[in-house]
C-alpha cells in the first residue's frame, strides 16, 4: 500500500513545473558539538543554493528518532531527509517507508559512489538497493591512560591483542594493603546502546560474528564463547576488570582502560587530567571493528522535494563537509578523499592522535544484523549483563540470547 501510494503521488505530480524554490525539512539528532556541526552545514549549503532551503528540526536521541519516524508515517507527515541510528535503516527499507536511491545514484556520473570509504557505506544498502548514505560514522576505540602504564612498567602503547589487553589489565590493576582495589584494569563498558558494539568488536577479532545480513545466529560458536569467556574471567577471575556506564571512571582514575566512540574523543580528550592514548580495538585473529553511527534517508514523497533533498545529501556527505564534520565532532569521514582536503590534513598532523579514526577505517566492517531489531540492542545489553554481573555461565547466556533475538526477528521481519 506505501509503495503505491508513492507511486500514484509522485506520478500525478510529473507533469508540473520545478519549483523557484524549494523548502525541505532535515530531523536531525545528537546534541553539542555534533549537533552544532550539522546546524552549520545546513547554513553553508543555505548560502550556496537559491533555489533550495533547507530547514533542521532536532527530535532527539536515536530511539526518539525511530520512534517519531514511525509516528510520522502513520499520520502520513514525513521529513524529507532524517538521521537514523544506522541499524534502523533496516526497519524503514523493509517497507519502502524510505526512498531506494538506486536511481539518484544512476543520474549521477559514474562511479559516484567510488568515493565513499566501502565499509562505511556498506549498511546503507538493503536487499541490494541503497536507501541512505553514511552520514556521522563511528568506530568503538580503547581509550587508555597513559600515565598509568608507565607507573606500571608497560610499554607506552595500547595492547595490540585481547591476550595482551589480559595481561596489561593484570599489571595496571591495583590493591591497597587492606584488599581494597583502588584501579582496575578495564571498564567493559555496560551502556544501553553500546555494551553490544564492543562486545561485536571483540567477537570480530576472534575472527567470528554475531549474525548475518541473513539473520543467522553465531553467538553459540567459538569466536563469541571464546570473547564473552574473556571478558568474564577478567571479571570474576582475574579481578582486573569491572562493569562501567561512564568515562568517569577513567578520568577518577578508577579504571586504567575504557572503550569509547571516535566520535567521544574530544571529550575525552578535553575532560582527562593525564595524558590520553586513542587505540584500536585489539585484534586477535585478525583486526575487526563494527562500523557505528548514523546515516541520512529521505522518507520524501513529492518529486521536486526528494530532488532538492537529494542535492543537500550530496553535501552533507561531500569531501569538504565530510572533513568539516570529523574536524569538529571526531565522527570519521564518509569520503576517501576527505583525507586530503587541506584543512583535516592540518587538524590531524596537529592532533595525531585523533588520525587514529583514520586508520582504523580499513578494518571496518557493518554491525550485527541484530542490532536493527527493535529490541535487538537490548537484548544484547542484557547478554553482556548476565555475563560481567551476573556471572552466569556463559555457553547458557549465548543460548538464551540467541533464542530472544529470533523470537524477536519472527515477530517484527517475517
Known amino acids: 500500500m506505501l509503495i ?50 533547507v530547514t533542521v528540526e532536532f527530535q532527539g536521541a536515536y530511539a526518539e528518532i525511530l520512534q517519531k519516524m514511525q ?48 565499509g562505511l557505506l556498506a549498511d546503507s544498502y538493503y536487499n541490494g538497493s541503497l536507501y541512505a548514505l553514511p552520514a556521522l560514522r563511528s568506530t568503538p576505540l580503547l581509550y587508555v591512560n597513559a600515565d598509568a602504564f608507565v607507573e606500571a612498567g608497560l610499554p607506552k602503547r595500547a595492547p595490540k591483542t585481547w591476550e595482551e589487553f589480559r595481561e ?65 574471567e577478567m571479571v570474576f577471575k582475574d579481578k582486573t576488570g569491572v562493569p562501567s556506564t561512564t568515562h568517569d571512571d577513567l578520568f577518577t582514575g578508577k579504571v586504567a582502560m575504557v572503550f569509547g566512540s571516535t566520535g567521544s574523543m574530544g571529550n575525552v580528550m578535553r575532560r582527562a587530567s593525564f595524558e590520553v592514548i586513542p587505540a584500536f580495538i585489539p585484534g586477535q585473529v585478525r583486526n575487526g571493528v563494527p562500523v557505528g553511527g548514523s546515516v541520512i534517508a529521505m522518507p520524501s514523497t513529492d518529486k521536486w522535494r526528494q530532488w532538492a533533498a537529494w542535492e543537500f545529501l550530496k553535501f552533507f556527505t561531500s569531501p569538504e563537509s565530510q572533513a568539516y564534520l570529523a574536524e569538529m565532532t571526531g565522527y570519521m569521514p564518509s569520503r576517501i578523499s576527505s583525507a586530503k582536503v587541506p584543512s583535516l590534513v592540518e587538524y590531524y598532523n596537529k592532533n595525531p592522535h585523533w588520525q587514529v579514526a583514520i586508520d582504523q577505517l580499513k578494518y571496518v ?18 547478554m553482556v549483563e548476565k555475563l560481567l554481573i551476573g556471572n552466569q555461565d556463559v555457553r547458557k547466556v549465548m543460548a538464551e540470547t540467541e533464542a530472544d533475538l529470533t523470537k524477536e526477528y519472527n515477530e517484527n521481519f517475517k
Open 4 to 53: 503505491a501510494t508513492t507511486f500514484l503521488f509522485a506520478a500525478a505530480k510529473a507533469e508540473e513545473q520545478k519549483p523557484d524554490r524549494i523548502e525541505i525539512l532535515y530531523w536531525r539528532g545528537l546534541t553539542g558539538v555534533a549537533g552544532e556541526a550539522q546546524e552549520e552545514i545546513a547554513r553553508r549549503f543555505n548560502e550556496s543554493r537559491d533555489d533550495i532551503h
Open 71 to 118: 509516528a510520522a508515517l502513520a499520520a502520513g507527515d514525513v521529513p524529507d531527509l532524517v538521521l537514523l541510528d544506522s541499524p534502523h535503516l533496516q526497519i524503514f527499507a523493509k517497507d519502502e517507508a524510505v526512498q531506494n536511491l538506486d536511481r539518484f545514484v544512476k543520474a549521477e556520473p559514474k562511479g559516484f559512489l567510488d568515493d565513499y570509504v566501502p
Open 365 to 382: 566492517q557493518p554491525q550485527a544484523s541484530v542490532i536493527s531489531l527493535p529490541k535487538g540492542t537490548e537484548i544484547l545489553r542484557q
Open 168 to 232: 596489561f589489565a593484570k599489571k595496571l590493576t591495583k590493591v591497597n594493603e587492606r584488599g581494597e582495589t583502588t584501579q582496575y584494569g578495564v571498564g567493559f563498558t555496560l551502556g544501553a546502546t553500546t555494551a553490544h558494539w564492543y562486545f561485536q568488536g571483540a567477537v570480530y577479532a576472534y575472527d567470528g560474528k554475531v549474525s548475518d545480513e541473513k539473520f543467522n545466529m553465531y553467538l553459540h560458536e567459538e569466536p563469541a564463547v571464546k570473547a564473552a569467556t574473556l571478558w568474564q
